[in-house]
């Protein structure tokens, strides 16, 4: 469980970080809007504590980090553990009626008989 942190501890992460974004490396200006991120996502088992987060801006940096590292990220995680665990459910085949016998072909003509053809170049 996340902890709520304090605006002390708050201030004292940003000082640690130089004010600087952690995403971007871009510096975060006073008034701007920003948060404290988990370096390693808490899902993926990154610690809740101060060595684990970073400030990161608030629009763009945060949340792109989360969609784009940190949410797909965790789906492998899942993904890989719930095969390592046995709980994927393998996809069953797909059961076909298969296809009516066909009628017998009525033929004008004797059927086909393979002509033997001797495709070998003429020896000189
Ligand atoms: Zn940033």
Do not use: Y
């Not at 504590?49 to 989360?66: D, F, I, M, V, Y």
């Not at 296809?99 to 033997?116: G, H, M, V």
């Amino acid at each position: 469980m996340r902890k709520r942190r304090s605006d002390k501890v708050r201030l004292r992460i940003l000082k640690a970080h130089n004010h600087t974004c952690h995403v971007c490396g871009g510096k975060i200006d006073p008034g701007e809007g920003w948060d404290l991120d988990h370096i390693i996502p808490l899902a993926l088992f990154g610690e809740d504590e101060e060595s684990n987060l970073a400030p990161a801006h608030r629009k763009g940096c945060h949340s792109a980090k989360t969609a784009t590292q940190d949410a797909p990220a965790i789906a492998r995680a899942v993904r890989r553990e719930t095969r390592h665990f046995g709980a994927h459910a393998p996809k069953r085949e797909i059961q076909s009626a298969g296809f009516a016998p066909r009628p017998p072909q009525n033929r004008a003509t004797k059927p086909l008989t393979k002509i033997a053809v001797d495709n070998r170049r003429p020896t000189p």
